[in-house]
């Protein structure tokens, strides 16, 4: 167990004055107070608690969840970095968010709101929680804890002291060491199998924590943190077996565990499921490999609070299922720093419903990839306000207006940011019902900082046609990248339609988006398309570009003609930084210095950063990228004007997620990125030594 932090644990919410009042757009003035919370105040690490702040519905005149910006710092510094894109883990933004604290001790998280169209502060209303998280060698002290290890290695070295210490061949019933109050920890280098559901405790509602996980040294950790030796479970028959059923299960953490079967046409398998009342859950740093689904909730509600609620998946990986390797829903909802991948016949990550939910640093990709269905890499709907079958039925609302299928309330207030969504087709990604004839409406969503990628990761049987399919009312789509690449000869980044009887798209904002290919074809490609029922879209600030298409290209297609559409920009001459690199995720579509069509061209619009998180300043540039015109020297990440040793070990120490405080690093100044890959890790301090000591770069990935 690490040594406990000392920090001082509240939770303020400080609104600042920032001065960055430099332009200005029609807006409504906000007079409301930003109101914030916190899933919980205490609980046993690693703990994971969701935030919110500011959840008023939008309308015609307000829009606060949109347009303000929401900066959340945990007071957690040494949480490291996400394996999936390298972000600080620390930090993020947007008014819904979620952190696991996964080191006993105290923290101080504050939230900064910013009025991007003032540049002033929200509120004066500052917020205090107290938040305690607990050890877990304390918690669960003595025979409270259960190590298990099976009969070839029978090994208990990292056991806690006064645990019980199980050798075993058959864990089919682990009753007896599990349930409220208990930790179950499976010994590192152990695997068993298993033909039959594992019984886990008495299946209590209690609020008493529980946990799942494991013991022993961890060896050749992945970029995840997922151990090479985690205990093994493997399902070896096709009848309906899981690892563990979080039916009417609260307060449960289940972690560092691998899971799979040993044939992925086990439709059958799963590694989580559950219907009923699952309530705080934790999902970190597990694995999940050639099952029928990796993790599967559906809900049957049998009273007004029984649905899943305080969801989190953290840092883990499913893959190669037969089916999706993660279908998921519920109330506070997160899915951070996954690596999702690979479904055979259907979806990789399809979200049924969605009430508060932050889905963020995710890498997802491969769907369908057996068959020519044409799913998606994520697919985000919600319970149906009707069909045109039964136009008088209704999934949401009170139990009694709705019955057992009933949710409280529909897919709203969600954040779709930071993620990496590869190869999957028709198209990547799907925000809207499931077909025509189902009435599953979503509003508020912010799909930010994201990029669609056509030919990165496993290529489904059907290219991408569509980067976004959204159909919902209250959505903004703004800093995203739009690559097209090795897609269908027709592509389109983005399409705001409606897919049948739901209401129809509204008040929809698609700001400071990069749309590209670089691939030859001769289809129709176009950046966004706007549907003849679409209500209010306003487009604006979007870069386009397909150089090398030889059919009808477009920036902006208004079929609906009622659309705001200014300041977008088509060019064959993208004048990008390194677009055109043969591995997708080194393709940089930063504004190079020739960008005059993009550069100062913007229109105002209440969007505060850019992709990479830098203010837009000034004069808004066109696309996901403000251009940069002082030249950065990433390898000076101190900032002195020189490269040096000095330079190379502050990387490696920000690359390994320890504090920066107090160090000579310069964030806002410089990036220590440089192979330009969009990660600071090891590799790049090693490049910055092997500069600072005058070696040749030329053979190396220096982009400097």
């Known amino acids: 167990m690490q040594k406990a932090r000392n920090k001082k644990i509240i939770f303020i919410l400080s609104f600042v004055i920032i001065n960055i009042g430099f332009f200005s757009f029609t807006k409504n003035s906000l007079a409301v107070d930003v109101i914030a919370s916190a899933s919980r105040t205490t609980g046993v690490a690693p703990l994971a608690v969701h935030f919110n ?203 560092d565990i691998y899971v799979s079967a040993t044939s992925i046409t086990y439709d059958n398998t799963s590694m989580i499921e559950g219907k009923n009342d699952i309530k705080d859950f934790l999902a970190l740093r597990l694995k999940g490999k050639n099952l029928g689904l990796g993790i599967t909730t559906a809900s049957y509600r049998k009273n007004d609070i029984d649905y899943p609620d305080k969801i989190a998946i953290v840092s883990s990986s499913f893959s190669s299922t037969w089916l999706q390797p993660v279908y998921i829903g519920g109330e506070r909802l997160a899915v951070l720093g996954n690596i999702l991948a690979d479904g055979e016949t259907s979806h990789v990550f399809r979200v049924w419903h969605s009430y508060l939910g932050v889905i963020s640093h995710n890498t997802v990709y491969g769907s369908s990839i057996a068959n020519d269905q044409g799913r998606h890499a994520f697919k985000l709907h919600g319970p149906y306000d009707g ?217 105002a619009v209440p969007v505060y950063d850019d992709f990479f998180g830098d203010v837009r300043n000034g004069i808004f540039d066109i696309g996901a990228f403000e251009y940069q015109s002082v030249t950065i020297i990433r390898a000076d990440v101190d900032n002195n004007s020189t490269t040096n040793t000095t330079d190379a070990l502050l990387t490696l120490r920000n690359s390994l997620g320890l504090s920066m405080t107090a160090t000579a690093w310069q964030a806002s100044a410089t990036t220590g990125d440089v192979d330009c890959n969009g990660v600071t890790n090891s590799t790049d301090a090693l490049l910055i030594l092997r500069y600072s000591l005058g070696l040749a770069m030329g053979e190396t990935s220096w982009c400097e």
């Open 53 to 255: 702040a500011d959840l008023t519905a939008s309308s015609p005149t307000e829009r606060s969840f949109h347009d303000y910006h929401y900066a959340w710092d945990f007071g957690d510094s040494d949480s490291g970095n996400w394996g999936t894109d390298g972000k600080f883990k620390n930090t993020d933004t947007g008014p819904i968010a979620a952190h696991v604290y996964e080191i006993p001790g105290t923290y101080s998280v504050t939230l900064t709101v910013i009025d991007p169209a003032t540049g002033n502060h929200v509120t004066s209303l500052e917020e205090t929680f107290t938040i305690t998280v607990t050890d877990p060698d304390i918690v669960f002290a003595g025979t409270n804890t259960t190590c298990i290890s099976d009969i070839n290695q029978g090994d208990f070295t990292g056991c806690p002291s006064g645990a019980n210490q199980v050798i075993t061949s058959d864990i089919s019933n682990l009753s007896a060491y599990s349930g409220e109050g208990k930790r179950t920890l499976f010994h590192r280098g152990s695997s068993w199998d298993i033909t039959t559901n594992i019984v886990w405790g008495s299946g209590s509602t209690s609020d008493t924590p529980k946990t799942i996980g494991a013991f022993g040294a961890c060896i050749g950790p992945d970029v995840l943190g997922i151990c090479s030796n985690a205990p093994h479970i493997r399902i070896t028959t096709d009848t309906e077996t899981s690892f563990i059923n979080l039916s009417y299960k609260h307060n449960l953490r289940l972690m």
């Open 387 to 603: 069909t045109t079958e039964n136009p008088g039925v209704t999934s949401v609302g009170t139990y009694e207006e709705t019955g057992s299928g009933g949710k409280r309330n529909r897919t709203d207030f969600n954040i779709v940011s930071s993620n990496i969504f590869g190869a999957s087709g028709p198209w990547t990604v799907s925000i809207g019902p499931q077909s025509s004839n189902w009435d599953e409406r979503i509003t508020d969503l912010i799909f930010e900082k994201n990029r669609t990628i056509a030919d990165y990761g496993t290529l489904s049987s059907r290219l991408v046609m569509v980067g976004v399919m959204a159909e919902g009312k209250y959505m903004s789509f703004r800093n995203n990248i739009f690559d097209g690449t090795g897609g269908t000869s027709g592509y389109i980044g983005l399409m705001i339609t409606q897919r049948g009887i739901e209401p129809a798209p509204e008040h929809n904002q698609i700001f400071n988006n990069t749309m590209y290919r670089s691939d030859t074809q001769s289809g129709d490609n176009t950046g966004a398309t706007i549907s003849s029922t679409a209500i209010n879209t306003i487009v604006r600030n979007n870069l386009v570009s397909f150089p090398n298409v030889t059919g009808t290209t477009k920036d902006v297609i208004d079929v609906s003609s009622v659309s705001t559409v200014s300041n977008n920009v088509y060019t064959n001459a993208p004048y990008l930084n390194a677009p055109n690199n043969s591995d997708p995720l080194l393709r940089d579509f930063s504004l190079n210095s020739l960008a005059t069509v993009a550069i100062n061209q913007g229109y």
